[in-house]
Structure formats: structure tokens, C-alpha cells
């Protein structure tokens, strides 16, 4: 059974700092990964796609990698901002479903 | 066009109600799945829609009815719900087979009294 976890649960840093937020998956046969975020009450915003193929995704401040061989992607934020604190989460498919599994979250906050 | 409208936002029923929350995309998505979301929890996949079928039910109990009357459409119609079901609901859909990137709804912010 697959299971994604998030490390850290929660996080708090000044303005500008560069982070990097953790996923990790026990099942390495996965078909996509998908990183949201999500305000609080409100739907998920998708962030990046990874397909099993590709090492690592970019949108302007945003870089996701993943290594499926040992089960973990990482999500770079640069030069945080207020406007990204949010919560964080990547989901995992695996191939041949419509199945996706969630991680518990990462709560981010950056301090202006 | 990337959006997933839900209705309504807000839902107020109580435990003998009948009511219904409704989803709708225009992307041409094969794929549509219902999540529900407890506080400070990740989304919980209920029920998935392939090609207007269901697919997979994730063992939801059947207070829960989904339907899927066309490609953009989807409904989820609730019964002698109980106040443990309090819980944001979240429409998604997706292109199609193999989990392909999901674009979710605002959500459904439900209390049951």
C-alpha cells in the first residue's frame, strides 16, 4: 500500500530565504507526482506535474525533482515571499489508475 | 480554460436532510473524482469517474450517492448524513487514465447539524 509522507510538518522563515520541502513515498511504481498548494479552505492549486520519465519540473520560483529510486521528491522554493505561505502537498499515482495519494502536508508561513 | 466550478460553497443540512453538491469542468476531462477534507488533513478519495463510470468507490458509505449524468458534470447527492461527515468536499478532474494532472474545484464547506 502506498503511503507519502511530508516532512516537515510545519515550517516558518523570514522573507527571501530559499526552502526545500520533502516528499517521500514507500512505492516507487508511480505513474505522476503532483505537487499542490492550498490555502486555508480553499481548493488546491496545482503547482507542478512530474511524470514518472522526468527528473524535475520548473515554474518561475518553483523547482520540484523527483527520484523515484529512492522514493522522494523535493519541492525548491526561491526568494520566499508572505504570498507563499500556504500549505504544501504532493500526491502520488501509480500507473494504469485514477488513484491519487496524498501527503500529510507541509504548513509553510513566511514572516514579511 | 482550467477551472472546476463547485455549488455550493457553503452547506448547511441536518441529519434528515436531502441534498446535493454539484461539479462541473469544461476542460474536455475524461476523469472526476470527489475528495473530502477534514481540518488539517490531506483530501480522501471517494469516488472516481472514468469516461462517465464509476471507477473506483473507496468504500464511502452509501448516505453518499454519486452521479455522473454527463462528460462535465458530476453530483454528489447526500442522505441521513451525520455530523462526523462536517468536512470540506473537493471535485477534481483530470485528462484521462493514469492519474494525469487533477485540477480541483473551490470546494464544498459542509456542516451537518
Known amino acids: 500500500k502506498q503511503e507519502v509522507t511530508q516532512i516537515p510538518a510545519a515550517l516558518s522563515v523570514p522573507e527571501g530565504e530559499n526552502l526545500v520541502l520533502n516528499c517521500s513515498f514507500t512505492d516507487s511504481a508511480i505513474y505522476n507526482l503532483q505537487w499542490f498548494r492550498q490555502d486555508p479552505g480553499k481548493g488546491l492549486t496545482s503547482l507542478l506535474l512530474i511524470q514518472s520519465s522526468q527528473r524535475e519540473q520548473t515554474s518561475g520560483r518553483l523547482n520540484a525533482s523527483l527520484d523515484k529510486s529512492s522514493g522522494r521528491s523535493t519541492l525548491y522554493i526561491a526568494a520566499s515571499q508572505p504570498g507563499d505561505s500556504a500549505t504544501y502537498l504532493c500526491?502520488?499515482?501509480?500507473?494504469?489508475?485514477?488513484?491519487?495519494?496524498f501527503g500529510t502536508g507541509t504548513r509553510l508561513k513566511v514572516l514579511a | 480554460d482550467t477551472e472546476v466550478t463547485q455549488t455550493p460553497k457553503h452547506l448547511v443540512m441536518g441529519m434528515t436532510n436531502k441534498k446535493s453538491l454539484k461539479c462541473e469542468q469544461h476542460?474536455?476531462?475524461?476523469?472526476m473524482y470527489w475528495y473530502k477534507q477534514k481540518a488539517k488533513k490531506p483530501p480522501e478519495l471517494m469516488f472516481v469517474y472514468s469516461y462517465e463510470k464509476l471507477s473506483i468507490n473507496e468504500s464511502v458509505p452509501s448516505r453518499f450517492s454519486p452521479e455522473c449524468p454527463n462528460s462535465s458534470l458530476l453530483n454528489l447527492h447526500l442522505h441521513a448524513l451525520q455530523p462526523e461527515d462536517s468536512a470540506l468536499y473537493l471535485c477534481?478532474?483530470?485528462?484521462?487514465?493514469?492519474?494525469?494532472?487533477?485540477?480541483f474545484g473551490p470546494g464544498t464547506r459542509l456542516t451537518v447539524t
Open positions: 476542460m474536455g476531462h475524461r476523469a
Open positions: 500526491a502520488v499515482s501509480t500507473s494504469g489508475t485514477y488513484k491519487y495519494i
Open positions: 477534481a478532474s483530470s485528462q484521462g487514465a493514469g492519474g494525469g494532472e487533477q485540477y
